[in-house]
Nanobody, 124 residues
């Protein structure tokens, strides 16, 4: 079992930056792949980014590539999402997720554990 707690969301103007953090409990954090997903009001949850257990493999959705950077610190049981050049369409609740096995995917249903989410609001 792993528990995930996101933080770092907030209100920011278009063009601004936020750094989202996901803190994980448990001693097996380094064995999980980690992902970030988001859900805007009235829309389905969508993939944002993912990282392998070692940090050596990363994936990004096309709509955030070049603006967002995912990273992890296994010693601190933390995964980060640095979000730059934010746009109003990035407004959503952002969720951190963990996948057993260490291989990242873009599919939400393949993740085993989820945090409660952190709200990101980008004003125009």
């Amino acid at each position: 079992q792993v528990q995930l707690v996101e933080s770092g969301g907030g209100l920011v103007q278009a063009g601004g930056s936020l750094r989202l953090s996901c803190a994980a409990s448990g001693r097996t954090f380094s064995t999980y792949a980690m992902g970030w997903f988001r859900q805007a009001p009235g829309k389905e949850r969508e993939f944002v980014s993912a990282i392998s257990w070692s940090g050596g493999v990363t994936y990004y959705a096309a709509y955030v590539k070049g603006r967002f950077t995912i990273s992890r610190d296994n010693a601190k049981n933390t995964v980060l999402l640095q979000s730059n050049s934010l746009k109003p369409e990035d407004t959503a609740v952002y969720y951190c997720a963990a996948r057993v096995g260490g291989v990242p995917t873009t599919i939400a249903e393949e993740y085993n554990y989820w945090g409660q989410g952190t709200q990101v609001t980008v004003s125009s």
